[in-house]
């Protein structure tokens, strides 16, 4: 994930793609769609994530983004 692309976001996120990915591993990711964004409401995007396995752990959440990165595929 590279943050550094993304129109806007809430929580900065300056870490290389490979350093991020790294980081992630064990953690549980909730990527979703927002059904109203743009101004005034938030950007299309919003990541959320928790510890693997971890359901009484609530979500924590990453920000808003404009654009999906190219890397991730959406079916």
Do not use: T
């Not at 793609?17 to 790294?22: F, G, K, Q, V």
């Not at 101004?39 to 990453?62: H, M, N, Q, T, Y």
């Amino acid at each position: 994930m590279d943050c550094a692309n993304n129109a806007w976001e809430a929580a900065p996120w300056d870490a290389s793609d490979e350093i991020a990915d790294s980081q992630l591993k064990g953690f549980q990711q909730l990527l979703m769609q927002l059904a109203w964004h743009g101004f005034p409401d938030p950007p299309e995007w919003r990541l959320a994530s928790r510890s693997a396995g971890k359901i009484d752990v609530p979500w924590s959440e990453w920000g808003y983004f404009a654009k999906l990165p190219q890397a991730w595929i959406i079916p």
